[in-house]
């Protein structure tokens, strides 16, 4: 068995409603504190070096840097964090507005099941940016879960679409002056401005 610490700003706990034996944790960590060397043997897509550096990996970089964000330190609202499965989590103490968990691992089937380029691109700006003290990552943890389900969950966990870069800008409403020269053109209904329109 493995372990780690977790320095939570928050924390919240709830049983299973399928499983009494299982529990899920929420944790707000804050992303300078976050510890190195967690697992990641149950993910189902690893995060390389040259994944982190595409597109996505550095927008979640510069959000962690609070680089070109109008409202700082939003990292945990604009992320959806990490995910792991462990077997055990127990509370040590509470220091300087933190809480101090251990969190008990098998490194061979447990471990951090999705989120990995958000832990990868966390841990690497550690050594090399400041990162604000106030910038926190979500982590949801469950343990006890049964050897058989980790797998599922993974594969279910990283099965996402990524939603396109002109989609997010639509819903920003950078194309509205496009719209508005068009809506006037007899074709303009069958414009799609969504993915999946």
Known sequence: MQTFNLYSKIHRKWPDPNDPNIEHHIFYVP???????IGMKPNSRWATEKSIKKPVGKAVL???LNIAQEIKNIFHRMNGGITIVASMVTKKSDKNDLEH???????EKEG????????????SAQDLHDIDP????KIGLTTRVPENH????????NTSLQVQRESILNNKK???WIKKELESEPFYNQIAFKETD
Do not use: M, P
């Not at 992303?31 to 060397?37: A, F, N, S």
């Not at 951090?112 to 841990?123: A, M, S, V």
């Not at 980790?150 to 966990?157: T, V």
């Open 31 to 37: 992303c300078k504190l976050l510890e190195k060397g």
């Open 62 to 64: 510069e959000t962690l």
């Open 101 to 107: 968990w251990v969190v008990q691992y098998d490194q």
């Open 112 to 123: 951090i099941l999705d989120g990995g380029h958000t832990y990868r691109i966390i841990t």
């Open 134 to 137: 106030d910038q926190y990552v």
């Open 150 to 157: 980790i797998a599922d969950i993974s594969e279910g966990l």
């Open 174 to 176: 950078y194309f509205d």
